[in-house]
């Protein structure tokens, strides 16, 4: 089945700090690929996706994230997070041809200590 | 405002009590989905609907059902609801479902079944 793995559920960093989440999924057919943010008590909103095209995508709030399609990655970075990207990252994945199903990731927390 | 409003937000209720959350998007979406959201599991897909009158089982459609008789409108239904279904429910739609567009998630939907 396909599965989205993401390999850190806590991360803790100071401000300032550089950011990289990893994100691989099980699927080795054509997908689009998207990562989502949720704020505490909020709902879930799209930072970034990547459909085709130029690999490295960015994204809202300064993210952005590199597709390598031999790794089957999308991993999601940000040069220098602020007290205000605490939050818990969604990697979703939807395979071509899947009729819209949405395969999320279990999400990592991100606590930035300010 | 575009939007994805659900209600109720939240819903304490007994096992096996019929209940009905709304789904309700003003963006003249196809694409309508259902999730929930547990601690470590991250977001899984319950019901989908591509357009009036189509819907189909996503991963964990097991003690839902849903309909789709409008197109702004995408009602889950727990006919006899379970502890195990104490969740956090949300509701997304989309333009439409080929390339995925963006999804846009309602404010979520917490349920307790005692």
């Known amino acids: 089945a396909q599965s989205v793995s993401q390999h850190n559920h806590h991360v803790i960093l100071s401000e300032a700090a550089s950011l990289e989440l990893g994100c691989n999924y099980s699927y080795g057919g054509t997908v689009n690929l998207f990562w989502y943010v949720q704020y505490p008590g909020q709902h879930l909103q799209l930072l970034l996706k990547y459909f085709s095209g130029d690999p490295l995508v960015k994204g809202i709030k300064g993210f952005e994230a590199e597709f390598i399609k031999s790794k089957f990655s999308f991993n999601l970075r940000k040069p220098s997070v602020q007290w205000s990207d605490t939050a818990e990252y969604f990697c979703?994945?939807?395979?071509?041809?899947?009729?819209?199903?949405?395969?999320f990731g279990k999400g990592t927390k991100l606590s930035v200590k300010p | 405002e575009a939007q994805v409003t659900q209600n109720p937000r939240y819903l304490i209720t007994v096992t096996g009590k019929k209940l009905t959350v709304t789904c309700s998007q003003n963006m003249n979406h196809e694409y309508m989905s259902w999730y929930r959201q547990d601690p470590g599991l991250g977001l899984r897909q319950i019901y989908y609907s591509m357009n009036v009158e189509v819907t189909d089982k996503g991963d964990v459609p097991e003690g839902y059902k849903v309909s789709r008789k409008e197109k702004r409108n995408f009602p889950l239904i727990l006919e006899s609801p379970s502890p195990n279904q104490t969740s956090l429910y949300f509701c997304a739609s989309s333009l439409g479902r080929d390339s995925l567009y963006e999804q846009y998630f309602g404010p979520g939907t917490r349920l307790t079944v005692t």
């Open positions: 979703a994945v939807n395979r071509w041809g899947s009729q819209g199903n949405l395969i």
